[in-house]
Nanobody, 120 residues
Framework: VQLQASGGGSVQAGDSLRLSCAASGRTLDTYTVGWFRQAPGKEREFVASITWSNTKYADSVKGRFMISRDNAKNTVFLQMNSLQPDDTAVYYC????????????????WGQGTLVTVSS
């Protein structure tokens, strides 16, 4: 499956952004879709994942971020609220078959990433 991430940008602390991950080639309804992020000089880290009916979040984003999917549009979204400078990173979406896994190596297909910059 081919993935296209979009929606990044530069915002102020406390603002919101919604990232989109649009899929082509195959439908996403049988996949787990995850969002990961990588800040400069840091390792890629798990943000959130979603299956058909379940979700999983990193502790650092619980209560602020929400992952959702629109199967009719073959798209997964990441709504990010109350953004903080520590959220600054390139955000990637990925698709895999391992249910809700927070491990990046469980995902086979990756989008190109979208940059989120949060200033204080």
């Amino acid at each position: 499956v081919q993935l296209q991430a979009s929606g990044g940008g530069s915002v102020q602390a406390g603002d919101s952004l919604r990232l989109s991950c649009a899929a082509s080639g195959r439908t996403l309804d049988t996949y787990t879709v995850g969002w990961f992020r990588q800040a400069p000089g840091k390792e890629r880290e798990f943000v959130a994942s979603i299956t058909w009916s379940n979700t999983k979040y990193a502790d650092s984003v619980k209560g602020r971020f929400m992952i959702s999917r629109d199967n009719a549009k073959n798209t997964v979204f990441l709504q990010m609220n109350s953004l903080q400078p520590d959220d600054t990173a390139v955000y990637y979406c990925a698709a895999g078959v391992a249910t809700l896994s927070p491990k990046y190596f469980r995902y086979n297909d990756w989008g190109q990433g979208t940059l989120v910059t949060v200033s204080s």
